[in-house]
């Protein structure tokens, strides 16, 4: 298999950069007509991949939403992971997964090994330091999965900590993206990384990200007022081509039907156009 970098910039080329999200909170599910249960979350999780399966580079189920349902709920998340990866579609479990020793090497199998929640990449927190992600980002390069490291997220709380500034005179959101970056050099810089990191697309200011060499994930576009033009604002013409922007509720506001659905995806593939290398 190749490494989960390259298959996404393969997947990218074929289908357009958009990572959609599969967020199932409760006021969705009644706005679809459907239960707050596990009957409910499966009905719209079902439409989601037949909306989306095959159709987008990247598809990103809030792990969260499916954990709120108990076991029944995972169930439904393992069902899902499984049936878009069958369908060719990377997914990329939004399970933002962070701690130290042994219970992130637990995290690590439970979402980059070969068990049932097993996916081809997984978001997680380097705020315990960058070095408590060693087993995720080892066992992701052993099985050519990949990671995206929290770096520059959009909500107010993170400023305090992310963009406090070190010793070495970088912000901490710098020293993630830096880390992230040596990573893909040492893998072999010449191919796209598989180590990606995060970066809020309604940020006033983003990191320097142009030694990255790895896809950039950018939540809050489209409902949450982030589009082309504040992608343009924080990323340098050079590293448009690594940008993946996430759209979630601007696209599951079509829903429930997959031909709506599917439509607005088209729309947006069209908009973002222009990050496609």
Not at 64 to 80: H, I, K, P, Q, S
Not at 132 to 158: C, D, I, K, M
Not at 221 to 249: D, H, K, T
Request: net charge negative; hydrophobic share 50%.
């Amino acid at each position: 298999m190749k490494p989960f970098g390259v298959r996404l910039r393969d997947a990218m080329g074929r289908h357009g950069p958009l990572c959609v999200g599969i967020d199932p909170h409760p006021e969705l599910l009644h706005a679809w007509g459907l239960s707050d249960d596990v009957e409910g979350l499966k009905g719209f999780a079902d439409v989601c991949v037949d909306a989306f399966a095959g159709r987008v580079a990247l598809v990103k189920p809030q792990v969260a939403f499916f954990e709120a349902y108990g076991a029944g709920g995972v169930m439904v998340l393992e069902d899902t992971i499984g049936a878009l990866r069958e369908a060719g579609t990377l997914v990329l479990a939004d399970a933002k997964r962070g701690d130290i020793g042994s219970t992130m090497v637990a995290y690590a199998r439970a979402w980059l090994a070969d068990g049932p929640l097993a996916s081809d990449a997984v978001t997680v927190s380097p705020y315990l330091g960058f070095g408590s992600l060693a087993p995720a980002l080892e066992l992701a390069a052993a099985n050519h999965r990949g990671v995206f490291v929290l770096a520059a997220t959009s909500n107010p709380e993170a400023e305090q900590l992310q963009r406090t500034v070190g010793a070495d005179g970088r912000t901490i959101a710098q020293t993630m993206v830096d880390a992230a970056a040596a990573l893909n050099t040492s893998a072999g810089g010449a191919e796209f990384g598989s180590v990606g990191v995060v970066v809020g697309a309604t940020l006033t200011e983003a990191p320097d990200l142009s030694l990255l060499n790895g896809p950039i994930l950018m939540p809050g576009v489209g409902a949450q007022g982030g589009g082309a033009e504040s992608i343009r604002a924080l990323v340098p013409a050079s590293g448009l081509g690594a940008v993946v922007p996430n759209v979630s509720r601007e696209v599951l506001g079509q829903g429930p039907s997959v031909a709506a659905l599917r439509t607005r995806v088209t729309q947006l593939a069209d908009e973002f156009a222009f990050l496609q290398v």
